[in-house]
């Protein structure tokens, strides 16, 4: 397996292929994605320096027969939307506190067809544990007298989203910069040629500044030194954006 895997966007496929079939009602992913970005947009809140924060956990409501549909895709899905929703953060220039969570519930009020969005932020613990999947789904709950379900978390990785490409990092060390050398090269005459270090350190992952020229951004603040990447995380450096995601390691080989 090489430093850098290119991680192929199959997610993309799925959204549209989740409820293939099943056009006579029921709640459609492009819904749920808009009502996401709404509900971000609605949630933001403008602090210092003009920067303005936006929500990162999202709960979505759903009426029973529309939860088992998305139930059986809940992962994917709900990782997908994530993606949806952090490609709306970095088109309005809005600052992330932590990782991104999509999780459904079900709602046994609702009507086939509706669902309702409660958006917050939220802050990432600071307790040195590793972190839980960025997406999840809560399953229905148990009937009285059964055991609570348990879903084992998939393991996470580092991933860069850069230029509609994904790098999967799969070393504790990664420079990005403008040099051929560079473990991943940055086609951008204001990015130096070692420009900025991934790092990844007792569970935790680093955005490191290698003396840059311009100087590097992550959520629009200049690194000194080093800042924690969480996921959902904007890097800048140059004219390049890049967002930091922690996403469910893939098994194999070389993509």
């Keep these: 397996m090489g430093l850098v895997d ?3 966007r199959g997610l993309e496929k799925l959204v549209t292929s989740v409820f293939r079939g099943s056009s006579g009602g029921g709640i459609q992913p492009v819904e749920i994605a808009s009502k996401l970005r709404n509900q971000m947009d609605r949630g933001t809140l403008t602090v210092a320096q003009g920067r303005t924060t936006a929500p990162n956990k ?3 409501a759903l009426a029973p027969a529309d939860y088992d549909k998305v139930e059986k895709y809940g992962t994917a899905l709900a990782e997908e939307l994530c993606d949806v929703v ?3 953060a970095k088109s309005q220039h809005y600052t992330l ?3 991104v969570e999509v999780v459904f519930e079900q709602d046994a009020d609702a009507r086939e067809g509706n669902l309702t969005v409660d958006a917050r932020i939220a802050r990432d613990s600071a307790a040195p544990r590793a972190p839980r999947p960025s997406t999840t789904t809560e399953a ?3 009937s009285p007298g059964s055991p609570p379900a348990t879903v084992a978390a998939p393991k996470l990785q580092p991933v860069l989203q850069m230029n509609g490409k994904r790098y999967g990092l799969n070393s504790e060390s990664i420079i990005l910069g403008r040099s051929s050398e560079a473990d991943v090269e940055v086609d951008d005459t204001g990015v130096s040629r070692k420009h900025l270090e991934i790092r990844s350190e007792h569970g935790k992952v680093w955005a490191v500044d290698l003396g840059s020229t311009n100087g590097s951004y992550v959520n629009g603040q200049k690194v000194d030194g080093r800042a924690e990447l969480f996921d959902g995380s904007i890097i800048s450096m140059g004219r390049t ?3 930091f995601r922690m996403l469910p390691q893939r098994t194999g080989g070389q993509q």
């Design 6 to 8: 290119n991680v192929e």
């Design 140 to 142: 229905p709950a148990p």
């Design 241 to 243: 954006r890049i967002t």
């Design 86 to 88: 952090i490609a709306h």
């Design 97 to 99: 506190t932590g990782r």
């Design 58 to 60: 999202f709960t979505v």
